[in-house]
């Protein structure tokens, strides 16, 4: 590795191999995508091989391979893709360009008086270049991968707010069946409550967006937007993915969990992927996403096993 003034290995090779994934990646969805991100796709792959090739000069690395955690990491974003189709690939695509201008753009001002940051600006100027690419792409074919982090948060949502519960239930009641029931009581309720929140908030701004429209055609302009998600559709879908999302820490309890650990063990694993799924679609550090989820469900697991052991003693609650 040649030794580039004030930049450690580490960081030298965290730049091939994520230059590296983006290229497994986009070579990947080659297999599955339609004509549309097809042609996304090829103008995007010489590019990354270009940059993987460039570092690799740049720092002298040889040959590379993605390691265990990178692998996994690759599987699971193409099973994302494959699931909700072209606009988990536009998703993923915009994902990836955030990322990586965010990460350069960290980089650059850390060398940006160096032969690093010289180097670090001709990747940034690309990187931007595909960012406009396929947002404007994304805005042509009225495409809606917002969505797909809707589903993401609501399923969070609903795993940690019903652990909570869970974890109440078994200190009040002691009982299998009696948290069970509690418990897909409360989930029906809350993606019921969710959905009618997302439906009311969305119907709102649709009705601002109509505005908006309507006073761009009484001008003569177009807005050059497309048709929004129906606000019924957005609530459906978020009120499914909650509820998706509360079964979690209850088929434990399903499966005979005759206390909270295990629905806490399930959950805290399922949270990790989902948080670091949710912080690298929305462009934040997934270390501090999954942190601060963790954190709410030790809170909320704690909180509610207090108030239900007091309950249970203070009210004498008891199942018999």
Known sequence: MNNIEGVDEKLA?????DELFDLMLYKNLLKFADEDEIRILE???????????FWKDFFGIEEEELNFLRVVKL???LAICRVFGRPGIH?????????????YLDVWKQYEDKEMGSAVRKILEDEFKHEDEIVSEYERRKIHPERIRDIFLGFNDG??????????????????????????????????SMAASVFASSSSATEVENREKEKM?????????????????????????????????????FFGAKNIL??????????????YIVAFLSGMRPARRIMSNLFIIALAVSATYLLGTLAKSFFGISVG
């Open 262 to 275: 295990l629905s806490v063990t399930v959950s805290a694993f399922i949270i990790i992927l989902v948080s």
């Open 43 to 53: 103008k995007l792959i010489p590019v990354e091989s270009g940059h993987f090739a």
């Open 159 to 192: 795993l940690v707010e019903i652990l909570g519960a869970v974890s109440g239930f078994f200190a009040a009641f002691h009982d299998q069946t009696s948290v069970l029931i509690a418990g897909l009581t409360v989930g029906v309720a809350g993606s019921i």
């Open 217 to 253: 055609l009484f001008l003569g302009q177009s807005d050059g937007n497309g048709e929004s998600p129906k606000p019924i559709t957005s609530a459906v879908v978020v009120g499914i993915s909650y509820f998706i999302g509360a079964m979690m820490p209850i088929l434990p309890v």
């Open 13 to 17: 090779r965290k730049l091939v191999l």
């Open 75 to 77: 599987y699971v974003f």
């Open 91 to 103: 998703l993923m695509l915009e994902a990836l360009e955030i990322n990586g201008i965010k990460k």
